[in-house]
């Protein structure tokens, strides 16, 4: 290699440290070289745990690395949120996160350790859950224009269970509250199945829930299915109706995707990317994750980004106009 007589001495070491840097970026190993950390940020046994451990298993068999999952589900995620902002910007540590960690809490929670929209690069949407309004039946509701048509005219009679203030069927039912014009009392819980079990008990009218963990109430008709969240009808609950049949557009659930630091080399993200949404095409994870009600998604940055986006406006609005604040 002919270097040039007239550089300054100055220039001499610039140049011998790019040089030095250049070899150093040629001995780094291709990623991942050792294994990879999810952090998710609900807990073990939830659709977000689910798919991370099953579409762990894919791509760790696919990159020969382990995939470790590790289950951060207190505060609504923020614990995972925070932990994987600090890491190292490696693509060795990585957020599975839904829309209570991503756009909710941001919106209805302050201080919190992290800014979102500059702290975490989106890499892909996992896969997403709809919701089912079940009520038990006792109370007599036969479709969802039973209930509607009941709760319009008993205002203050009907309240409704949620996993938690601020949670993602909290946020839905308030929405569909809105869309159908009547009024019902929130009694948040702190998850899920605690409240679906005051449902059963004929303790609360209704709830907006995930599938997977009602399907078995509703087959044996311990609980009634009056309508499920999604823009279609759903493969499990083919028979009931959309909330969009009768409220056009209306759509909720539950989003799950993965993140990782600011600053991770794009190169880097974008190989994640690719073979998560490899592995989200597989025929036997997609048959399982149905059957579980998790739809997978695998929808790459871009779009992941944009919806991203387009969620955080939506929930913003919509906790302005129900005036939710978490302190």
């Not at 759903?234 to 993965?258: C, D, M, N």
């Amino acid at each position: 290699m002919n270097l040039p007589r007239f550089l300054s001495p100055a220039a001499w070491v610039l140049l011998a440290a790019s040089c030095v840097s250049g070899a150093a970026m040629a001995q780094q190993p291709e990623f991942p070289a050792h294994s990879v950390k999810l952090v998710v940020a609900n807990g073990p046994g939830s659709a977000p745990d689910l798919l991370a451990r099953q579409v762990g298993n894919l791509v760790g068999r696919d990159w020969k690395q382990a995939i470790v999952v590790e289950n951060k589900g207190a505060a609504g995620g923020v614990a995972a949120v925070d932990a994987v902002v600090k890491a190292q910007p490696d693509g060795y540590t990585l957020l599975v996160g839904g829309d209570s960690a991503i756009t909710i809490m941001p919106n209805v929670q302050r201080n919190l350790p992290y800014d979102v929209k500059n702290d975490l690069v989106p890499v892909t949407k996992l896969g997403q859950s709809d919701f089912v309004l079940v009520a038990n039946p006792r109370k007599g509701f036969k479709t969802l224009q039973d209930f509607v048509a009941y709760a319009k005219s008993h205002p203050g009679k009907i309240n409704y269970a949620s996993s938690g203030t601020g949670g993602a069927q909290h946020l839905a039912m308030e929405q569909f509250k809105q869309r159908a014009g009547f009024f019902a009392t929130h009694i948040p819980y702190r998850g899920g199945p605690q409240g679906l079990q005051d449902v059963l008990a004929g303790q609360v009218d209704v709830m907006l829930i995930a599938i997977a963990p009602a399907l078995t109430q509703i087959q044996s008709g311990k609980l009634t299915a009056l309508a499920v969240s999604g823009l279609q009808r759903h493969a499990l609950l083919p028979q009931v109706q959309t909330l969009a049949e009768s409220y056009k557009g209306f759509e909720a659930g539950a989003w799950f995707g993965l993140f990782a630091p600011k600053g991770t080399p794009a190169a880097v993200v974008q190989a994640i990317a690719q073979d998560t949404d490899k592995a989200l095409k597989d025929p036997e994870l997609r048959k399982s994750l149905l059957q579980q009600g998790i739809t997978p998604v695998g929808e790459g940055q871009q779009v992941f980004a944009r919806q991203i986006k387009t969620e955080d406006v939506r929930v913003a609005q919509l906790v302005r106009s129900i005036g939710l604040s978490v302190e």
